[in-house]
């Protein structure tokens, strides 16, 4: 059977491709390519003369088709506008097709936008949660940051530059003061590395509307400040009631401290206990 590579692509610098992609590039029988304008210019850089066809969100149903018929006879690479193919673009149906049908895929590492900005955020890296872009609509987009808020794993998201002021402040909302690293740009002229706490990061920016991809990343949720379940706080109240001396108010203070919940909330608890 032939094989399906998925050859990562420079997301800015041209010069950001290995030896291995653009010799299988050279190889395969034909490239499908997100946008094949975008794609054009790689491939006159590197003097890749194989045929290249488009292969993207609105025309994947019947292009899907074409490429396996393609595989049939020898082997086809995948590439996506920039970075890795597969990552949040069609390329995972592709995948799928080739595998069902017996074919061999078979990655071609190289750049990815999310990995570059972990890496350099100067967040941990050991844990991290990728989601992608987050959701255009206001309601939907503090309903996934609430989803994520108790989550201790570093959060990586993708943004547009028009959008990115009122994430932020969503952000700041739902998730509260935290360290966030912003990248745009990377591996671009223009290329900028923000780092700081979100507060900070809606002051920069709120400046000026920048330009380019846009990558967050934003730390996790401090498991010492992880704010307690209902069930816990309960409990918690109910250890703190056996103790006797303890006016209502001290505990709920005490206990407001350690908990993430507020003070008014941890009494009135407590009363109806």
């Not at 989803?147 to 570093?154: A, D, F, L, R, Y």
Request: hydrophobic share 35%.
């Amino acid at each position: 059977m032939s094989t399906l590579y998925l050859v990562a692509t420079p997301i800015g610098n041209l010069e950001d491709i290995t030896y291995r992609a653009v010799r299988i590039l050279k190889e395969v029988t034909i490239i499908a390519a997100e946008d094949t304008r975008t794609s054009g210019g790689l491939l006159k850089r590197y003097g890749i003369s194989t045929p290249l066809t488009s292969y993207h969100e609105y025309n994947k149903s019947q292009k899907t088709a074409q490429l396996l018929a393609h595989l049939a006879k020898g082997d086809v690479a995948l590439i996506s506008d920039a970075g890795t193919p597969g990552i949040n673009d069609p390329g995972f149906v592709m995948v799928n097709a080739a595998l069902k049908t017996g074919h061999h895929v078979s990655p071609i590492p190289g750049p990815s936008a999310p990995i570059a900005a972990l890496t350099a955020s100067g967040l941990p890296s050991d844990s991290f949660l990728y989601l992608g872009y987050l959701p255009r609509k206001k309601s939907q987009r503090q309903k996934l940051l609430r989803e994520v808020n108790s989550i201790p794993h570093t959060l990586i998201f993708l943004e547009t530059p028009h959008r990115l002021c009122q994430a932020l402040d969503d952000i700041a909302k739902e998730l509260g003061e935290r360290d966030i690293a912003i990248a745009r740009e990377l591996t671009k002229l223009h290329e900028e590395i923000f780092r700081g706490k979100i507060s900070a990061a809606q002051q920069h920016f709120s400046e000026k509307e920048p330009r380019g991809e846009i990558t967050l990343v934003i730390a996790g949720q401090d498991p010492e400040t992880q704010k307690w379940s209902l069930e816990k706080l309960q409990h918690a109240l109910k250890k703190e009631q056996l103790i006797e001396g303890n006016p209502p108010s001290k505990i709920a203070k005490a206990i407001a401290k350690k908990s993430g919940w507020k003070r008014s909330e941890v009494y009135n608890i407590l009363q109806e206990l």
